[in-house]
Nanobody
Framework: QVQLVESGGGVVQPGGSLTLSCAAS????????MGWYRQAPGKQRELVASITRGGNKNYADSVKGRFTISRNNGKNMVYLSMNSLKPEDTAVYYCTADIRRTYWGQGTQVTVSS
């Protein structure tokens, strides 16, 4: 049973930084792609960033230049480093891992507010 557990969310002021972490357990095959999605109140869930097993990265236009995704294949972990945070980045952030299907974490709240 694959489980994803996110950590690192919280409240931060505009312009601040946070790093999210996600640990995958119960993994037999290394995930092909791992990523982060987010969902703000009243909005659809959207892809924030993804990274393949080989290290190819993809970012939403709204976070390019501010967010960095990385992963540790040996530990089956994925990270999202978020800088220059804006109020519009406020959302629940979900970790995903693709292993024959997409697995989702339970989400972690990120609030950007002064």
């Amino acid at each position: 049973q694959v489980q994803l557990v996110e950590s690192g969310g919280g409240v931060v002021q505009p312009g601040g930084s946070l790093t999210l972490s996600c640990a995958a357990s119960g993994v037999v095959f290394r995930p092909e792609t791992m990523g982060w999605y987010r969902q703000a109140p009243g909005k659809q869930r959207e892809l924030v960033a993804s990274i393949t097993r080989g290290g190819n990265k993809n970012y939403a236009d709204s976070v390019k230049g501010r967010f960095t995704i990385s992963r540790n294949n040996g530990k089956n972990m994925v990270y999202l480093s978020m800088n220059s945070l804006k109020p519009e980045d406020t959302a629940v952030y979900y970790c995903t891992a693709d292993i024959r299907r997409t697995y989702w974490g339970q989400g972690t709240q990120v609030t950007v507010s002064s």
